[in-house]
């Protein structure tokens, strides 16, 4: 079962809330802490340079130690991973909505999906390096604005623009210590951040996408209701919104 349904559901949430005028314009991103399928912590980004390493401390808007929040369902497993974090990675978003980042140690950080590069809008010299964040300043792009503004213009010339493949790449997911490349929901400690500049961008261009947005929020139950949620669960409730979406937008062209 794919697993882009679940990453979906997390977009379509924040991009009502952009709709709503409900985001500070200040902020620039979201970032979800994960480990294996289970979020554990989520915050707004507003401080251009941020740190996620594997301390204690609660976040104070510029570095978020992964080890500060509390999960009834981890197992020893995600435990040892997650002493192992040590001193993490450093993200940035600069001027031109570029999200850059680089490894603090040796512990290996890894961005997903670099396997199947369509999928995302990872720099293509990440993609060569196969996501691994490297230290002593070798900062990569692991959102590139380009291929995203790229990806866009392709859209915009189809007949039925994607507008799922578009929200898919406004997504970057991080795992500390191990990947799980062939399945995120199994990789003990991970993150992801949402682009909410390249999110108001797709917002702006392709407006369609709020058809899917306003929709989802009518079928999908409250994101507060629960917070773990199974692959296939999700992906029968996103993949009707989705449809539905679609037929609409397809219908309104007829």
Request: glycine content about 6%; proline content about 4%.
């Amino acid at each position: 079962m794919p697993t882009y349904f679940w990453y979906l559901f997390k977009q379509l949430f924040v991009l009502e809330k952009l709709e709503q005028g409900a985001i500070d314009d200040e902020i620039w991103g979201k970032i979800i802490i994960m480990e294996r399928g289970k979020r554990i912590a989520k915050a707004y980004l507003r401080k251009t340079t941020i740190i996620v390493d594997g301390g204690e401390d609660e976040f104070d808007g510029k570095t978020l130690g992964f080890n500060h929040f509390s999960n009834p369902q981890r197992d020893e497993y995600t435990e040892e991973f997650r002493s192992k974090i040590g001193d993490g990675v450093i993200i940035k978003m600069d001027n031109q909505g570029n999200i850059k980042a680089m490894a603090r140690g040796s512990t290996p950080v890894i961005v997903q999906g670099w396997k199947e590069p369509n999928s995302n809008c990872i720099s293509e010299r990440l993609l060569r390096e196969q996501g691994k964040l490297k230290t002593k300043e070798r900062i990569a792009k692991i959102f590139d604005m380009r291929r995203f503004k790229s990806a866009i213009s392709r859209e915009l010339v189809q007949p039925d623009p994607d507008a799922r493949e578009l929200l898919m790449k406004t997504c970057v997911r991080v795992s500390l210590v191990k990947d799980c490349s062939s399945d995120p929901m199994k990789t003990p400690c991970w993150f992801m951040i949402i682009n909410l500049v390249a999110l108001d961008m797709l917002k702006t261009k392709l407006p369609q996408v709020l058809r899917n947005c306003k929709l989802c929020s009518t079928i999908i139950p409250s994101a507060t209701a629960a917070e773990v949620y199974s692959q296939a669960a999700l992906s029968q409730i996103i993949a009707a919104a989705v449809q539905q979406a679609n037929t609409q937008l397809v219908n309104s062209l007829n």
